[in-house]
């Protein structure tokens, strides 16, 4: 799947030339989460609903009915949008309308709907002012929040249950919904916190630790692994960008792709930060962390392969003056981390990975919108626009969720 040519554009104050296919490539970038390590998608979202809910009733004094929500994986829609101002949970469509939305498990009505369309003289409408956020990768300036990948889409489906058994009467309740955000973002902090695997603590970093395999597929298995020893063979520099802990990383890595995992790289760089640290300016870019040596500000041969934190900057100048690489292609899952800010701050070729796009139907059905059709169907009933090329993630129009 990954050998398909992508399209891309060429850009003459790039310091890399656009690879236009992994063929053209001479350097591949991968981030591990969805992208290399593949997920047990159904397994992992009964996971992260049932770690949620169990934080939330043991520490945030939600009723135990919130312990009976149960993970749905056909409700799994990373266009979703958590309205703060209504606690709406709505769709937004590519012609920057609200398609449909819920408050709580109830549907909203059709003048429910109309009112995220009326904008004030001189002012945008409700639904405009979300989609054009999500483009910037800014909800947080609306007062909202998205759901970009697979470890966060889960929690829609806890927000249901949430606002049904909090105390919000009427929607426009801005002091409680602002509460459950609060107490969502301490969920999401106790699942994920880095160091919580080291410690032991937290229902998903043990439940990842203790049975791996129950949560990750097996990429020996599948052709993977093959895949990139062949990507090797034909002299590719081969490396890895992730957000998460060496720890976290190598446990999953080597569930994936066997405990010599390692020798398939020549870069391996974890904790990196990339929408805070790694792809922003920086006067004073951020070392490169080694937990067994120095901290290092720029890598070379001799510095070793495996490092913490650091800056694109850095592997830049590894790619180019080390390696002798002039073309990167870079793979990743999350919009923004991965795809939007890597070809922005690195100027690399990006492809974004859409596991969704597995189903055969999904694929047949992107076809038929490029040859045309405006509209295509995803997750069962629901209907919503869909673009078809990587070019349009790179220009940013798949903020909303649409697969690529």
């Known amino acids: ?240 960008l992730t957000n998460s802990n060496d720890d976290y990383a190598a446990l999953i890595m080597e569930t994936a792709f066997g405990a010599d995992w390692r020798d398939l790289f020549d870069l391996v760089l974890c904790r990196a930060n990339k929408r805070r640290a790694f792809f922003a300016e920086h006067p004073d870019p951020p070392l490169f962390l080694q937990t067994d040596g120095p901290s290092v500000a720029t890598l070379d041969k001799s510095s070793g392969k495996e490092f913490l934190s650091g800056h694109v900057s850095g592997i830049e100048e590894l790619i180019a003056s080390e390696w002798g690489c002039s073309n990167v292609l870079f793979f990743g899952d999350h919009l923004e981390a991965d795809i939007h800010l890597a070809r922005t701050g690195a100027k690399w070729t990006v492809c974004a990975v859409a596991e969704e796009l597995e189903n055969p139907s999904h694929v047949a059905q992107l076809c038929s919108c490029a040859n045309g059709s405006k509209k295509t169907q995803f997750w069962g009933q629901h209907e919503r626009h869909a673009h078809s090329t990587v070019g349009d993630v790179k220009n940013k129009k798949s903020a909303l969720g649409s697969k690529v």
């Open 1 to 240: 799947r990954a050998s398909r040519s992508i399209e891309s554009r060429h850009d003459t104050n790039h310091v890399h030339t656009m690879a236009t296919s992994i063929a053209e490539a001479d350097c591949v970038g991968f981030d591990i989460d969805h992208t290399l390590a593949r997920y047990k998608n159904e397994a992992l979202g009964s996971l992260i609903v049932r770690t949620f809910t169990t934080f939330l009733c043991e520490t945030r004094g939600y009723p135990a009915e919130l312990l009976a929500t149960q993970f749905d994986p056909r409700q799994v829609r990373r266009s979703v949008v958590w309205d703060l101002r209504t606690g709406d949970l709505v769709v937004l469509t590519d012609d920057k309308l609200v398609g449909e939305g819920w408050h709580g498990a109830a549907l909203l009505s059709a003048e429910q709907l109309d009112e995220y369309h009326v904008a004030a003289p001189g002012s945008h409408s409700r639904a405009t002012e979300l989609f054009e956020s999500l483009e910037r990768f800014q909800a947080d300036s609306v007062d909202a929040m998205s759901f970009p990948t697979h470890f966060e889409a889960p929690a829609t489906q806890v927000i249901v249950a949430m606002v049904e058994l909090s105390a919000i009467a009427t929607r426009c309740d801005a002091s409680a919904i602002q509460q459950l955000k609060a107490d969502l973002g301490a969920a999401f902090e106790a699942a994920f916190f880095w160091k919580h695997f080291e410690a032991d603590s937290g229902l998903y970093m043990r439940s990842i630790r203790r049975s791996p395999s129950d949560y990750i597929e097996d990429r020996v298995a599948d052709g993977t692994r093959l895949w990139l020893e062949g990507l090797k063979a034909q002299n590719k520099r081969l490396f890895v």
